[in-house]
């Protein structure tokens, strides 16, 4: 029996959802036990929330200042990286005995961290002998930072080859790297038919559906976004997931939809992909998870707020492929929304493009991989 450990850090929900793909992807492999684990609940707790409450302060509502840290932190050179995370992450290891002695104690035959805070304890462990396995890392934005790059890591699994491309310009050895995508739930790699979905859903089948995933979103910049599109006078049918974010639905409270445009609003949501599978358009944040999600059912997005640093590159990489519009005003999604829905063959080109880059088994080929890494040696 294979036993693979799979770290992440709680720092927004995109990295747990990826690590809970990858562990799905192991368990339907036979001889495998995967084990899950968030590296922040090996921490004082009290440091824990500390830590998740200034990455979401800083990055919500100090978001030039977390910009201006996330680009001077960062580093061309992946040999100067490596050895400036490693002194890091020497400083920090303090903090996280307690996951240190959970790992002698599981004794894995693979470690893989799906974000860099356990990344850099895992190489250090590396480093000093006391990880007697292969480390891998699974990057879940489509540009790596710098905090990304370690000494002693077997391989990394990358979204796209953009993000390879450039981590071979930093310096990292192109047979480290694996083009694999962002791992997704297993339920996406399976076909679902747009109609059946709707019909499930109670969703008009006779217009278009326009899904606005704004959990992450100023609530006023959504209003706005949604007040344009009830008064468009064009035939659609909205849908707007607000996710846990109730102060979103409070702001949407005074619009309802009409005899042209239907209208929907839905809170927490455990049918994501059912959403992305209705619509004909997503309007959303570019964070990695939504992105591979909607690239990987061939959806056409527009991406509107990303955080700047580790978000902004997936709207560049939604645009720069023809997967989708990446817009730094968000109150322009309304008129590029209806512009792209009144254009059949462009918004077909755009699926395409979403379709090409896609890749929905990202987390079984990752697991694939590390299982044949594993009997090679």
């Not at 102060?247 to 042209?260: I, S």
């Given at each position: 029996m294979r036993r693979v450990l799979i770290l992440h850090a709680l720092l927004g929900t995109g990295h747990q959802s990826a690590a809970r793909a990858l562990g799905a992807a192991f368990t339907q492999l036979p001889g495998v036990e995967a084990i899950v684990e968030d590296s922040l609940d090996f921490v004082n707790p009290a440091l824990s929330s500390l830590w998740k409450g200034a990455y979401k302060g800083l990055s919500e509502r100090a978001a030039n200042l977390y910009a201006r840290l996330y680009r001077s932190s960062d580093t061309p050179d992946a040999g100067q990286a490596a050895l400036s995370n490693l002194h890091g992450a020497e400083m920090g290891r303090v903090f996280f005995r307690k996951l240190e002695r959970y790992v002698a104690e599981t004794r894995p035959d693979a470690v893989i961290a799906v974000m860099s805070v356990p990344?850099?304890?895992?190489?250090?462990?590396?480093?000093?002998?006391?990880?007697?396995?292969?480390?891998?890392?699974?990057?879940?934005?489509?540009?790596?930072?710098?905090?990304?790059?370690?000494?002693?890591?077997?391989?990394?699994?990358?979204?796209?080859?953009?993000?390879?491309?450039?981590?071979?310009?930093?310096?990292?050895?192109?047979?480290?790297?694996?083009?694999?995508?962002?791992?997704?739930?297993?339920?996406?790699?399976?076909?679902?038919?747009?109609?059946?979905?709707?019909?499930?859903?109670?969703?008009?089948?006779?217009?278009?559906?326009?899904?606005?995933?704004?959990?992450?979103?100023?609530?006023?910049?959504?209003?706005?976004?949604?007040?344009?599109?009830?008064?468009?006078?064009?035939?659609?049918?909205?849908?707007?997931?607000?996710?846990?974010?109730?102060?979103?639905?409070?702001?949407?409270?005074?619009?309802?939809?009409?005899?042209?445009?239907?209208?929907?609003?839905?809170?927490?949501?455990?049918?994501?992909?059912?959403?992305?599978?209705?619509?004909?358009?997503?309007?959303?944040?570019?964070?990695?998870?939504?992105?591979?999600?909607?690239?990987?059912?061939?959806?056409?997005?527009?991406?509107?707020?990303?955080?700047?640093?580790?978000?902004?590159?997936?709207?560049?990489?939604?645009a720069a492929t023809g997967a989708g519009v990446a817009l730094r005003v968000p109150e322009l999604a309304p008129a590029v929304a209806l512009h792209l829905l009144s254009e059949p063959e462009l918004l077909a080109h755009m699926a395409a493009g979403a379709a090409r880059v896609g890749r929905p088994r990202a987390a079984g080929v990752i697991a694939e991989q590390v299982l044949h890494d594993l009997a090679q040696a």
């Open positions: 990344l850099a304890l895992m190489s250090q462990l590396k480093v000093q002998g006391a990880l007697g396995c292969p480390l891998y890392a699974v990057i879940t934005d489509y540009v790596a930072h710098s905090t990304w790059l370690y000494p002693d890591v077997a391989r990394y699994f990358v979204p796209s080859d953009f993000t390879a491309q450039l981590l071979t310009w930093q310096g990292l050895a192109p047979e480290q790297i694996q083009v694999t995508g962002i791992p997704v739930g297993a339920a996406i790699a399976a076909p679902k038919d747009q109609a059946e979905v709707r019909a499930r859903r109670g969703l008009p089948a006779d217009r278009p559906l326009l899904t606005v995933f704004g959990g992450g979103v100023d609530p006023a910049a959504i209003h706005f976004i949604v007040s344009q599109l009830l008064g468009a006078g064009r035939p659609l049918t909205l849908a707007v997931c607000a996710g846990r974010n109730e102060a979103l639905l409070e702001a949407l409270a005074d619009l309802e939809g009409n005899d042209t445009v239907g209208m929907v609003k839905y809170g927490p949501i455990d049918f994501v992909d059912d959403m992305v599978v209705a619509s004909d358009l997503v309007i959303s944040k570019p964070g990695g998870l939504i992105t591979s999600e909607v690239l990987a059912r061939g959806r056409p997005m527009v991406a509107i707020a990303p955080l700047p640093g580790q978000e902004e590159p997936n709207a560049d990489f939604l």
